[in-house]
């Protein structure tokens, strides 16, 4: 899985990290684009509210999202776009713990 941090530095950075997890932040602005990357299990939480679409391999999903939510992120590869009028601000706490074996595919963005 390809860093975040690496593949996007202009747009993610490390604030926090620990054996047990990372915590990012990530800032962009409308129109902005990420390269693919991948999350470990995550979670998200959004300081701003936001829209983007996010593409993994052939799946496509569009997400809108208010301020001051915290959502769940399946460990995935993606790569995104923001398709509002806002910046997207968000800060995601990654997990370091190996994910727990699926019986069916990760949920592509964010749930509940």
């Known amino acids: 899985m390809a860093d975040p941090v ?4 202009d747009l993610y950075r490390v604030v926090f990290e620990n054996e047990r997890v990372r ?4 800032v962009d602005a409308p129109g902005d684009r990420t390269q693919p990357h991948g999350h470990p299990d995550s979670v998200m939480v959004t300081l701003g509210a936001f829209r983007r ?7 496509e ?11 769940w992120l ?3 590869e993606h790569s ?6 806002t910046a997207t601000h968000s800060v995601f706490i ?3 713990e190996p994910p727990p074996t699926r019986d069916t595919p990760p949920t592509l963005g964010p749930s509940d």
């Open 6 to 9: 690496e593949t996007n530095p």
């Open 61 to 71: 999903v569009e997400v809108e999202l208010p301020a001051f939510q915290a959502r």
């Open 80 to 85: 995104g776009m923001n398709i509002g009028d």
């Open 74 to 76: 399946d460990a995935q």
């Open 23 to 26: 915590v990012l932040e990530y």
């Open 53 to 59: 679409r996010l593409w993994s391999g052939e799946r």
């Open 94 to 96: 990654e997990l370091k």
